[in-house]
């Protein structure tokens, strides 16, 4: 028996409620679509991938930055880190967006909407792609490449991994078998490289195997993204199951009545954001979702798809012979 997909649905007192004439269920369709039409404006009249990615990264800026409450700053830019004795360092990783508290927290830098800032003042990560896949090169792979970056970034900036991270993505992959067989493969990968670490190390080769357990780590379950969203629908959300992290995939099918994965990050992101910074989330916060119909049925019994491992093997040493 094949996989059963999960729907999102608006579970809201409020469902079908008419706002000048639109229904919540539209409500969410027409923000997605405005995303979207945002987005490829520049698409229709240049393929040059630098422009054309820019736009599609300000459209989820400008939809951001119109929900979330005036203290939270929508910037890209970068978030500094510091070395072992917790001393600044340059970092050459650049972030897509970020959602910063500019009222708590000094910025160090800026120029316009591009900011270096403080790993305390970031409340959310999220790494904009306008498409991802898979290939059999590791050192080409697009998704592969995209979660080596994530990785390092958080090693850099926030080991403890307090600030969530999203990845999302604008057309690909289109369902959730595709991403998840892409995540499982990543995790074949990174037990590969460990694989290769280890033989590097009998070899007495500390140098490579420490590169290449660099490149592993990079892929550790507790640095992987919290959240990988696609405009097709697709989600895969990070949880810890017991002894175990896993990620458990949603399916949204575009042009239903059930809302958009694009609304759905939006409430996600707002609704984190807003628990983290208060001792008790306000109930205006809920009415926010219900007027958006995003929130979705999360029947753990059902899944749309087997829910899939990813936690980390241990590390080898750093110095020496294999474990």
């Known amino acids: ?28 369709a027409l923000l997605r ?3 979207v039409a945002q987005a490829n404006l520049f698409a229709a009249l240049t393929s040059h991938p630098t422009l054309t990615g820019s736009a599609r990264e300000r459209a989820l800026h400008a939809l951001l930055r119109e929900v979330l409450p005036r203290r939270y700053e929508v910037l890209d830019g970068t978030i500094v880190s510091t070395d072992k004795q917790g001393q600044p360092t340059k970092t050459d990783a650049q972030v897509d ?3 910063v508290d500019t009222m708590e927290f000094p910025v160090l830098l800026r120029e316009g909407d591009t900011a270096i800032v403080l790993p305390q003042a970031v409340l959310a990560v999220i790494e904009i792609k306008t ?5 059999q090169s590791p050192s080409s792979n697009p998704f592969l490449k995209t979660l080596h970056q994530i990785g390092a970034l958080r090693q850099a900036t926030d080991p403890g991994g307090a600030i969530p991270v999203t990845l999302f993505s604008y057309t ?6 595709t991403l998840r067989q892409w995540l499982e493969d990543t995790v074949k990968q990174r037990d590969r490289l460990r694989g290769e670490s280890h033989r590097l190390h009998a070899a007495n080769k500390a140098t490579e195997a420490l590169e290449i357990e660099r490149k592993a780590s990079q892929l550790d379950a507790a640095l992987l993204p919290e959240r990988i ?12 199951d017991a002894t175990q992290v896993v990620y458990r995939f ?24 807003t628990t983290r910074t208060r001792e008790q989330q306000d109930p205006a916060f809920n009415l926010f979702s219900l007027f958006l119909g995003a929130k979705i049925l999360n029947n753990a019994s059902d899944p749309p798809v087997d829910p899939l491992v990813v936690s980390t093997t241990p590390s080898i040493p750093s110095a020496g012979g294999p474990p």
């Open 1 to 28: 028996m094949g996989p059963r997909w999960a729907t999102f649905s608006i579970s809201s007192p409020v469902e079908g409620a008419t706002i000048h004439g639109v229904t919540t269920r539209h409500l969410h």
């Open 33 to 35: 679509d405005r995303l």
């Open 97 to 99: 967006l970020m959602i």
């Open 131 to 135: 498409d991802l896949a898979w290939t």
């Open 172 to 177: 690909s992959p289109a369902t959730c078998t």
């Open 229 to 240: 969203v696609c405009d097709t629908g697709v989600i895969a959300l990070k949880v810890d």
């Open 250 to 273: 949603y399916k949204n099918s575009l042009g239903s009545d059930a809302p958009s994965a694009v609304v759905f990050l939006v409430d996600d992101i707002v609704q984190s954001i």
